[in-house]
């Protein structure tokens, strides 16, 4: 184990050093398709290539080596007759002879027979003799091997065919090698075709002759035909990796074309077109492509427009209902204060005209606010804050409803200062529209302010502990006009446009303003702000999913009831920071989780909802999602 534990780490290393200067090349190979389909031409074109080189070596080789044993057997043949006539001779034409065979020279004869049989080969062959094997003792045949040309008989005959020549009658062949005597000239050997039979001399006694027919010119010529494959084929495969490189160009290079202009409509340069030439399958490409970017560009352009229309009909009518507003006020506010001399009815109303118009110039100044947002013009006035005095400015305002309500409002973590770069006006508009929808949602219980900074960001969350939030409520907390439930009364008159404006206000800021919450559990909303201005987020000093929810009480009562009652576990098997917990015990909701994403892919709107299981209760990591 502990060699496999070692090794693990080394073979990581090697295989990151070993694929770190391949990364290029692989990322090469994937993102350029004119390479892969020239390599692979250029592949399948030197395998056709070898494929057709070995067939026409092959069929060459064998037409040359036919040809060379055809004229080889003939030449021998030939020779083999000759030698067994001059044999058999009559001793009456030779003018010296006498009246027997015997006493003839064979050693002498053999001599002149292989000089004459080899003259007439003229370097086309070589004549080699040798003795018949074993003799009886006291014979008279030929002893010892004769060859011409230096060759040297013995080690140039193989002696499987010494063996065939020996044993069997016929002419036998086979390839072999000449190899010459050294010292004269010190040649080197050279393949050759070998050409043996059995024969008898002048005395009658046998003997092996052979013929060495040399294969140097065939071995030369297979050399050249191998030598013009190679180059031939070469020079095709060149060719054709040419021709795919070329032929491929044309189709991908406006592809690439595409791509890049495509790139560029996706980043905004609506006016980016395809250069058209021709009337061929690319040219349609290019011009459907520049048809389909001047639609996008006139439909953008008309949602622009629109939009533009909408937000400048928001903001004229905005500003349009601000005088008649302003002249109903009066008149209201005349109505209202003396309502007492009026009848409880028209008192009444005088009320509630007075309330609907707190309501209405309260929807007028969110419109003015959203149409700056809009159009761009909202400007952050930053500097140095402490946020401890901006929560208890807020706590202050909202302590009437939370009276109302029954509700305490506590505040964790202000024995520190908080201090950030922040606009203070719109940092207390953010939290006072946190800390009122947490009175108004949380039934009647603690709402829990919580101030911390850590690193380069400062947060603040506020924590309730009321209806929470249902699965699918994340994605449209912060939609404008949005409510939880539409059948619940606004108390407090609220306009829909708050948490809105608050998302706007955090991006402004670069932060994020985030939401997590479970059925019956709470919510929590959390804003995270930079510490200085324009300095990105990398964090938050407070988790969005707070110690208190139903997932990590699980958790902690599960390992508390590992640990056991002597580890700091209650012998019920339950933590006692779960028994601290100001949420009652809650019916247990069956529904789907959704996927968290990570906070800074959608900064400002980050929200998460936990659901509990019908079988075991569950937690979610942090993350971001939707909200109220």
Known sequence: MADGASGGPVLRLCVRLVRRPLLPAVRLWRRNIQLR????????????????????????????????????QSQAAGGFAVAQEKANTPLSV?????????????????????????????????????????????????????????????????IELRRAVNHATGTFKTFSEIRYTAGVGDKAPEPALVVGKRLTDINGYPYDLYYLFPLTQEEESLNLVKSTIATAGLFVVVLLSAIAWLVVRQVVTPVRMAAGIAERLSAGRLQERMKVTGEDDIARLGEAFNKMAQNLQNKIQQLEDLSRMQRRFVSDVSHELRTPLTTVRMAADVIHDARVDFDPVTARSAELLAGQLDRFESLLADLLEISRFDAGAAALEAEPIDLRDVVRRVIDGAEPLAEHKGTRIRVLGDTQPVIAEADARRVERVLRNLVVNAVEHGEGRDVVVRLASAGGAVAVAVRDYGVGLKPGEATRVFNRFWRADPARARTTGGTGLGLSIAVEDARLHGGWLQAWGEPGGGSQFRLTLPRTADEPLRGSPIPLEPEDSRGNRARAAAEAAGRGPGAGGRPDGRSERADRSPIPPRPAVTTAMPVPADPTALPGSGSRVVARPADQPTAQEDGTGGGR
């Open 94 to 158: 030779e003018p010296d002879a006498t009246d027997n065979k015997v006493g003839r020279d064979a050693s002498t004869w053999m001599n002149s027979l292989v000089k004459q049989l080899a003259s007439g080969g003229q370097t086309a062959f070589e004549v080699a003799a040798l003795g018949a094997g074993e003799q009886q003792p006291g014979a008279q045949g030929v002893k010892g091997a004769r060859a011409s040309g230096n060759v040297d008989p013995t080690a140039s005959v193989p």
């Open 37 to 72: 389909v020239v390599v692979a031409t250029l592949l399948m074109s030197l395998a056709v290539v070898l494929a057709l080189g070995f067939v026409v070596v092959a069929q060459v080789s064998k037409g040359l080596l036919d040809a060379k044993e055809e004229a080889a």
